[in-house]
Nanobody, 126 residues
Framework: DVQLQASGGGLVQAGGSLRLSCAAS????????IGWFRQAPGKEREGVSC????????YYADSVKGRFTISSDNAKNTVYLQMNSLKPEDTAVYLC???????????????????WGKGTQVTVSS
């Protein structure tokens, strides 16, 4: 069974940092895009960042570019999202997701998800 275990959320003041982890199992890590979406109350789910572990390609939403960094540890089948300079508008449930690698347009358009993990809450206070 595919499992995506997210962790690392919490409460932080504006300007602070958090690191999220997504531990994946049940599929061949290198064949998948793995990344993060977020959903704030009353808002639609949005793509945040993703990575193709076999070649290191990364994608970011414009709202997080320059502040968030995604990376992968292929030996541990784990993807990390380092979030710096956090803002109150980053407050949301962050969900780990995985999908088979497809066309770049699908990846950039955030339409690649086959599996969802449970979310982790990130709260940024002003």
């Amino acid at each position: 069974d595919v499992q995506l275990q997210a962790s690392g959320g919490g409460l932080v003041q504006a300007g602070g940092s958090l690191r999220l982890s997504c531990a994946a199992s049940g599929f061949t890590f290198d064949d998948y895009v793995i990344g993060w979406f977020r959903q704030a109350p009353g808002k639609e789910r949005e793509g945040v960042s993703c990575i193709i572990s076999r070649d290191g390609s990364t994608y970011y939403a414009d709202s997080v570019k320059g502040r968030f960094t995604i990376s992968s540890d292929n030996a541990k089948n784990t993807v990390y999202l380092q979030m710096n300079s956090l803002k109150p508008e980053d407050t949301a449930v962050y969900l780990c997701a995985a999908g088979v690698v497809g066309p770049p347009a699908d990846i950039a358009g955030w339409g690649w998800v086959d599996y969802w993990g449970k979310g982790t809450q990130v709260t940024v206070s002003s």
